[in-house]
């Protein structure tokens, strides 16, 4: 019941360090005990007033204890930030990946307006993007967007950027849906929507639109 976790923090700490380093203290705990001492452990170190060096692979357990957060890859620091601004301000296409779910859709830089720019994607569609990375005419790029920016239906309607797809596949989750979405050129994405918005409003097999905000749609350079 983490009591082997609670032990082992109580002996780092009966010293007085200024610095604790934690390495996958977790892991080994079931997901809603593991919840419950992530929220401890902050606490702990919030009154204590010490840094925690904290080492996971949980990317949503880095998000709920930290105040900052570095990504590594192969032993580099890819972006160090606070975590929402890791989540929403990727610094590069690796980091959008790494944190969270993300879909990338692959295309070409077609012109740049200060901080958007309109891109082509691979199958065809065109869409308008935040600028992410420095970007010029003809370049390749990755757009960035999470799974629960993008809108369904109707609610897309209003959206700058519309996309035409079909419904692959539907899974509920409680107090949200997850929904596949094969785009045009046979792309999917994945879209997660509140479920109480969108019982029984479509099949498996419909054609459906989505729509993604340009604020909400990143544009980074291929990693």
Do not use: W
């Not at 609670?6 to 203290?25: H, I, T």
């Not at 606490?43 to 998000?63: N, R």
């Amino acid at each position: 019941g983490g009591q082997q976790q609670r032990v082992a923090l109580a002996r780092a700490l009966v010293f007085g360090p200024e610095l604790v380093l934690m390495d996958e203290p977790l892991g080994a705990l079931d997901k809603q005990l593991r919840e419950h001492m992530q929220f401890e452990i902050k606490h702990i170190q919030q009154s204590l007033g010490i840094t925690v060096v904290f080492v996971t692979h949980d990317q949503s357990e880095a998000l709920t204890m930290s105040d900052r957060i570095a990504v590594f890859d192969q032993g580099i620091i890819q972006q160090l930030a606070d975590p929402a601004t890791l989540y929403e301000k990727p610094a590069n296409n690796f980091v959008s990946n790494f944190i969270g779910e993300n879909n990338a859709l692959e295309g070409t830089v077609e012109a740049v307006e200060g901080q958007t720019c309109q891109v082509k994607l691979d199958n065809g569609q065109r869409v308008t993007a935040t600028v992410g990375n420095p970007a010029s005419k003809g370049a390749r790029t990755v757009v960035s967007v999470r799974p629960e920016c993008i809108q369904l239906n109707v609610q897309s309607l209003g959206c700058a950027n519309r996309l035409g797809g079909y419904v692959r596949e539907i899974t509920y989750l409680g107090d949200h849906i997850r929904v596949r979405v094969d785009l045009a050129g046979r792309k999917e994405i994945v879209v997660k929507a509140p479920a109480a918005q969108h019982k029984h409003r479509f099949d498996p097999g419909d054609a459906i639109h989505v729509g993604i905000n340009p604020e909400q749609l990143l544009a980074l350079a291929p990693s």
